[in-house]
């Protein structure tokens, strides 16, 4: 069985990214959405929050958080891939630098990028939060519940 991780902060999950895991899901038998703990992210909403707002959006793919090197965690759920989404050109050399990063401690765990569709090539959890923040229909760029959740922070 092959197995991919889709990592991220998904704060929050968009459009743009169930793109990526639905790319990714006809890839591989099974793709894992792991949703990173990062203490140096300050986050709008909390871990728990981000899983279950994917899990809404995403049924039938394994939505997990995790904590620590993530060739660490794709090691413990027998993955050999890791999946990441490129919206830009800029977005390449960051990703670019980390895959290098995770070949070196992990060999054997490769990293693939899917480029994301032309439709979501300029969206961003920033770019979406700062709409709902300002009272902006993000109805377009999230899927429905988290259209509904980020309103309901606006309130």
């Given at each position: 069985?092959?197995?991919?991780?889709?990592?991220?902060?998904?704060?929050?999950?968009?459009?743009?990214?169930?793109?990526?895991?639905?790319?990714?899901?006809?890839?591989?038998?099974?793709?894992?959405?792991?949703?990173?703990?990062?203490?140096?992210?300050?986050?709008?909403?909390?871990?728990?929050?981000?899983?279950?707002?994917?899990?809404?959006?995403?049924?039938?793919?394994?939505?997990?958080?995790?904590?620590?090197?993530?060739?660490?965690?794709?090691?413990?759920?027998?993955?050999?891939?890791?999946?990441?989404?490129?919206?830009?050109?800029?977005?390449?050399?960051?990703?670019?630098?980390?895959?290098?990063?995770?070949?070196?401690?992990?060999?054997?765990?490769?990293?693939?990028?899917?480029?994301?569709?032309?439709?979501?090539?300029?969206?961003?959890?920033?770019?979406?939060?700062q709409i709902a923040a300002l009272g902006g229909d993000v109805s377009e760029l999230v899927p429905a519940p988290v259209a509904k959740k980020l309103k309901k922070r606006g309130e």
């Amino acid at each position: 069985m092959k197995t991919a991780i889709y990592p991220g902060s998904f704060d929050p999950i968009t459009n743009g990214h169930l793109d990526i895991i639905k790319r990714a899901s006809e890839l591989f038998d099974r793709v894992i959405v792991a949703v990173i703990k990062n203490p140096s992210k300050k986050s709008q909403f909390s871990l728990a929050d981000r899983v279950e707002m994917i899990k809404k959006c995403v049924p039938g793919v394994i939505v997990e958080s995790f904590d620590g090197l993530l060739v660490e965690y794709a090691r413990q759920k027998g993955a050999k891939t890791i999946v990441r989404g490129l919206r830009a050109v800029s977005d390449f050399d960051y990703e670019f630098q980390m895959a290098l990063t995770n070949r070196k401690m992990a060999p054997t765990i490769e990293t693939i990028f899917l480029m994301t569709d032309y439709r979501y090539s300029y969206l961003s959890s920033s770019f979406v939060k700062q709409i709902a923040a300002l009272g902006g229909d993000v109805s377009e760029l999230v899927p429905a519940p988290v259209a509904k959740k980020l309103k309901k922070r606006g309130e």
